[in-house]
């Protein structure tokens, strides 16, 4: 009865990435005006996971002086990746689809697998901690998952090829819940080192990718509205916190 609780739960955190098929009824042209305004949503997004849920988080499970080493591994790795993906698929400079969107998916990733060991080890400890676990996922994944699909289509993917990827992703959290199920005694301490190399992931493509893309807007105005919507991104991260204490 557990495994099915476990299952359910991340089935449901996985439906979440699909709420970027409500902008297959926008037109191209708004969408395509919006699309920054998101990226800096986004952007705010990621800073406040990293910073207020992930960090804080990991902080409670482990060492701090282990946390904030795991996390620049998390950065430096995710500095590199970037570097090899680049030298592999642009060619003098220009590329087809912006590196900052694989590296978005990966991060996602180990978010998501993270998550599913969370509600897994969540469920084995008690079935009501288990719901309340995954509703806080879920209160966190919402705005998240807006901006993970936003970031691929600015960075180059089709609506329905962002979509899919980022579902594909979502399915990350399943393969994480199974994972904790089997390993319920070792998942009930999550791995920290996961928690806080996702953040360093987070902050990467925050602070290197998608703020310099809002710097690049000439149109003073929307700039000016794409930095609002990043300090948006923040304050739902901050909202998130303050409901779930």
């Known amino acids: 009865m557990t495994l099915i609780w ?26 395509d005006k919006a699309l920054i305004l998101i990226v800096g949503f986004a952007a705010g997004g990621l800073m406040g996971g990293a910073f207020l849920h992930l960090l804080p988080e990991a902080l409670e499970l482990g060492k ?11 950065f430096s790795a995710f500095f590199l990746m970037e570097r090899y993906l680049h030298w ?8 087809d689809v912006h590196i900052f969107t694989y590296l978005n998916l990966i991060g996602d990733g180990i978010h998501n697998f993270t998550d599913g060991l969370i509600i897994a080890a969540s469920f084995v400890t008690d079935v009501r901690l288990g719901i309340v676990t995954t509703l806080a996922v879920i209160f966190h994944e919402v705005p998240q998952e807006i901006g ?28 994480g819940a199974l994972i904790g199920y089997a390993l319920s005694n070792i998942a009930s301490g999550v791995p920290v080192f ?20 809002l710097h690049r807007q000439k149109d003073t105005k929307k700039a000016n509205i794409a930095f609002g919507t990043f300090i948006l991104g923040l304050l739902f991260m901050i909202l998130a916190k303050i409901i779930l204490k």
Do not use: M, Q, W
């Not at 476990?6 to 902008?23: D, H, P």
């Not at 699909?149 to 992703?169: D, P, Q």
């Not at 190399?197 to 703020?211: M, N, R």
């Open 88 to 95: 592999r698929h642009c060619h003098n400079g220009v590329c």
């Open 6 to 31: 476990i299952l359910s739960a991340t089935v449901l955190v996985s439906l979440i990435s699909l709420v970027g098929i409500f902008t297959f009824g926008i037109k191209s042209k708004i969408f």
């Open 194 to 213: 996961l928690i806080s190399f996702t953040a360093g992931g987070f902050i990467y493509i925050a602070a290197s990718d998608l703020i310099p893309e």
């Open 64 to 74: 701090p002086a282990n946390i904030f080493l795991y996390t620049l591994i998390g």
């Open 148 to 175: 993970d699909f936003g970031i691929l289509v600015y960075g180059g993917f089709s609506k329905f090829r962002a979509l899919l990827c980022n579902f594909l992703c979502a399915l990350a959290a399943i393969l």
